[in-house]
């Protein structure tokens, strides 16, 4: 059992930056996948990114490559959204999530856990 609980979220401006945290329970956090999600009003909840427990390797969806890094410090139990260039389109819940895979996927149901979410609201 693993319990998430995400962090960081809030009003910036077009261009600003956040660094989300998603803080994780249970001594087996390394070996958890952990992707990180986002749903905006009237939208359904689609993949941002993730980082793979095995290889440490992260992947983004296109829209938000070269903008967003997701890092992990398994010492921590966290893993880290840093987004920068930030868009009024950005605007979402971000939820983090951890799978079991050691391949990153980009499906919902990949992902056994989940956090309840923060909110980003950026403004234009």
């Known amino acids: 059992q693993v319990q998430l609980v995400e962090s960081g979220g809030g009003l910036v401006q077009a261009g600003g930056s956040l660094r989300l945290s998603c803080a994780a329970s249970?001594?087996?956090?390394?070996?958890?996948?952990m992707g990180w999600f986002r749903q905006a009003p009237g939208k359904e909840r689609e993949f941002v990114g993730g980082?793979?427990?095995?290889?440490?390797?992260?992947y983004y969806a296109d829209s938000v490559k070269g903008r967003f890094a997701i890092s992990r410090d398994n010492a921590e139990n966290t893993v880290y959204l840093q987004m920068n260039s930030l868009k009024p389109e950005d605007t979402a819940v971000y939820y983090c999530?951890?799978?079991?895979?050691?391949?990153?996927?980009?499906?919902?149901?990949?992902?056994?856990?989940w956090g309840q979410g923060t909110q980003v609201t950026v403004s234009s």
């Open positions: 999530a951890a799978s079991g895979y050691s391949y990153v996927y980009s499906l919902i149901s990949k992902y056994d856990y």
């Open positions: 249970g001594r087996t956090f390394m070996r958890y996948t």
């Open positions: 980082i793979s427990w095995i290889s440490g390797d992260a």
